[in-house]
């Protein structure tokens, strides 16, 4: 019989915060399912770990449950996902009136309904071996007003109030749900002109990524439920 595969499904994994995630979690010896629309940058990233063992690569876009489902479905029995992190996030920074229906219509389903098609995927097994994990990055704009992001506010802010309610619904079956709400992080979401300007006062995604996996590290009777994470200096 196979050895049992405790592994660490991250969603967004191709860039940004999931891609340093990612790194951080191999790099402690973790065995990571890494998830992305973007196939050829998780074929990067794969090959440029040293632990390539350590990571199995699946293109996936997470608006499509039934995609989610055979992702899922397909995983081999030996593999138990331990820990679901959700992060995988889009916007548009544009004002509510410029938003249009289509692009609004993304930016939620990605962000909000997208996260909660994989959660529903992951949680029957969680419950059934009474751990679990579920670890949610959503955004400062949660706590604050950030004009432009109308729709990632929203889908933000319904994911929170999501995840709120289903951590009470399952603090008896040994399941952590944290939410981590990163402000201004130096990634590529940023336009080009934002992080040029504002770089040196921007979050290192590596120390976001490092922190990420010190809350799953913790074991204890203890569980960070909702983290924000700011500049030293402050919101942008």
Not at 184 to 206: L, V, Y
Request: aromatic share 6%.
């Amino acid at each position: 019989m196979s050895e049992i595969k405790k592994a660490i499904w991250i969603t967004g994994a191709s860039s940004g915060i999931g891609k340093a995630i990612t790194e951080k979690f191999i790099g402690s010896g973790y065995y990571v399912i890494a998830t992305s629309r973007n196939q050829q940058l998780l074929q990067q990233l794969a090959e440029s770990l040293k632990n390539s063992n350590l990571i199995h690569t699946y293109k996936l876009d997470i608006k499509n449950p039934d995609e989610i489902k055979k992702f899922y479905e397909n995983l081999d029995a030996d593999i138990k996902v331990e820990c679901l992190i959700n992060n995988a996030g889009i916007t548009s920074f544009k004002n509510a009136i410029d938003d249009s229906i289509p692009e609004i219509e993304d930016i939620i389903n990605t962000n909000l309904m997208g996260s909660i098609y994989s959660i529903k995927q992951v949680l029957p097994d969680m419950i059934k071996q009474n751990r679990g994990t579920i670890l949610n990055v959503l955004s400062v704009v949660t706590k604050k007003v950030f004009v432009s992001s109308s729709a990632y506010s929203a889908s933000k802010a319904g994911l929170l109030a999501y995840t709120n309610v289903l951590r009470e619904e399952v603090r008896g079956k040994n399941i952590r749900v944290i939410n981590i709400s990163p402000g201004a992080t130096n990634t590529n979401i940023w336009p080009e002109k934002t992080r040029n300007k504002f770089s040196e006062r921007m979050m290192d995604i590596d120390s976001v990524a490092e922190f990420v996996l010190h809350l799953y590290k913790e074991k204890s009777n203890l569980v960070a439920e909702d983290i924000v994470l700011r500049p030293l200096t402050g919101d942008l």
